[in-house]
C-alpha cells in the first residue's frame, strides 16, 4: 500500500553516495546549491528538529525546473524540497542507507526520519508487495539498519500496514506469530540504541476502531517502543488522526504517537471506490509541515513519512509505487496555495 521500494529504493543508493559525499566534507548546516539557482536548506531546529535531504527528489525536481526556466514551478515543488521527509531503506544495502541518512543528518545537527518496511509477506500482494524474503532475512536486515544508525540521532517509523494487515487477517495466518516475533524483535534491537526512537505503525482514522488494534500492537511491542504512527502515506485529517491517536493511546499505556500530514490537507477522496481512495487519489494537498509543536501533548510530531509527489501505485496512471511523479507532486503542492 505504501511504496518507496524498487527502483526507489536503487535511487536512494544513490542518494546515500551523494549525501556521505556531503557529510564527509562539510562543516554542518546541510544546506545544497546545485550552480543554477536552486537551494535546499534545514527548518529552524527549535519547531522542526528533523533533517531536510538536500539530494532527494524533490530538491533534484526544483534544481531541474529552474534549468528549464520554470521559475514558478520551481517554487512550487521548492514546498516539498525544503520540508524533512521520511527515508524509506531499500532491501539491498540497509546498513549504507542508514549510515548515509544518519551522517547526513548529523552534520546538519538534525535527527534524520527512517522508515523501515521489509516485513515478509509485505502488502498483501497489493501495490507494494515484497517484503524480506523470510524471518532470518529480515532480522539481518534490521541488524544492518541498527549497525548503520549506531548512536546518531534518529526517528524510526516502523513497518506500515504491518499490525493493520494482521487485524483485517490481509496477512495468512501461518505468518502472523512470526510477524508478531519480528516487530517485536525490531523494537528491542532499534531501542538499544542510544538515541533512536521508534514508532509502531498502527493504521489511520478511517479503517476501524482503536478495540481492534490495540491488544496486536501490545504483542508488537508497543511497551517498548516510544510511541505509534498514524495516517501513514493516508489522507485523513490531522483532527481525525489525533482523535484516533488519542484513544488508541488510552488502551497502551498514554503512549505518545505521531501523524503523517504530508497529503492530508484537504482530508480524505471520497469521490471513487473505497479500495483505491488511498492511490493517487486526485485534488489532495499538503497537509501541516513536519514539526514537533503540534495541537496536543500526546502528539509528539507532525511528520511528512510518506514522500508527497511519490507514487501510491500504478492507478490512476500513476508509475510504480514509490516512483517521483513530478505531476501529482505539481498538483498536491498547487492545491496546498
Not at 27 to 40: E, H, M, R, T, W
Not at 90 to 113: S, Y
Not at 294 to 299: F, N, R, S, W
Amino acid at each position: 500500500m505504501y511504496g518507496s521500494m524498487g527502483a526507489g529504493a536503487r535511487a536512494s543508493v544513490a542518494v546515500v553516495g551523494a549525501l556521505l559525499v556531503l557529510a564527509g566534507c562539510s562543516s554542518g548546516g546541510g544546506d545544497k546549491s546545485d550552480g543554477s539557482g536552486s537551494k535546499v536548506t534545514q527548518q529552524p531546529k527549535n519547531s522542526d528538529p528533523f533533517w531536510v535531504n538536500p539530494a532527494g527528489n524533490a530538491a533534484e525536481q526544483v534544481a531541474a525546473y529552474v534549468k528549464a526556466g520554470k521559475k514558478d514551478d520551481a517554487e512550487q515543488i521548492r514546498k516539498i524540497a525544503e520540508q524533512p521527509t521520511g527515508e524509506w531503506i531499500g532491501p539491498e544495502n540497509p546498513e549504507r542507507e542508514a549510515r548515509g541518512f544518519t551522517e547526513a543528518a548529523q552534520q546538519a545537527d538534525r535527527a534524520a526520519i527512517l522508515v523501515l518496511y521489509n516485513i515478509p509477506h509485505r502488502d498483501c500482494g497489493q501495490f507494494s508487495q515484497g517484503g524480506a524474503a523470510d524471518g532470518d532475512a529480515y532480522k539481518a536486515w534490521i541488524d544492518g539498519v541498527a549497525r548503520g544508525i549506531q548512536d546518531r540521532p534518529a526517528t524510526v517509523i516502523l513497518e506500515p500496514d504491518a499490525i493493520l494487515h494482521l487485524v483485517n487477517q490481509c496477512t495468512p495466518a501461518q505468518f502472523q506469530e512470526e510477524r508478531y516475533f519480528l516487530l517485536e524483535t525490531a523494537v528491542t534491537k532499534l531501542k538499544a540504541l542510544k538515541n533512536t526512537k521508534v514508532y509502531l505503525d498502527a493504521g489511520n482514522a478511517g479503517w476501524g476502531h482503536p478495540d481492534q488494534i490495540f491488544q496486536p500492537l501490545k504483542r508488537a511491542g508497543i511497551d517498548r517502543a516510544d510511541g505509534f504512527s498514524v495516517n501513514v502515506s493516508n489522507f485523513y485529517s490531522t483532527k481525525d488522526s489525533i482523535a484516533y491517536g488519542k484513544q488508541l493511546s488510552a488502551k497502551v499505556g498514554g503512549k505518545h504517537f505521531v501523524i503523517d500530514t504530508s497529503r492530508n490537507g484537504k482530508g480524505p477522496y471520497t469521490a471513487g471506490g473505497a479500495d483505491e481512495n488511498w492511490c493517487n487519489p486526485p485534488g489532495r494537498a499538503l497537509g501541516e509541515t513536519p514539526t514537533t509543536k503540534t495541537a496536543d501533548p500526546l502528539v509528539d510530531a507532525y511528520l511528512w513519512v510518506k514522500r508527497p509527489g511519490e507514487s501510491d501505485g500504478e492507478c490512476k496512471g500513476g508509475p510504480k509505487a514509490g516512483e517521483w511523479w513530478p505531476e501529482y507532486a505539481l498538483k498536491l503542492a498547487k492545491a496546498s496555495d
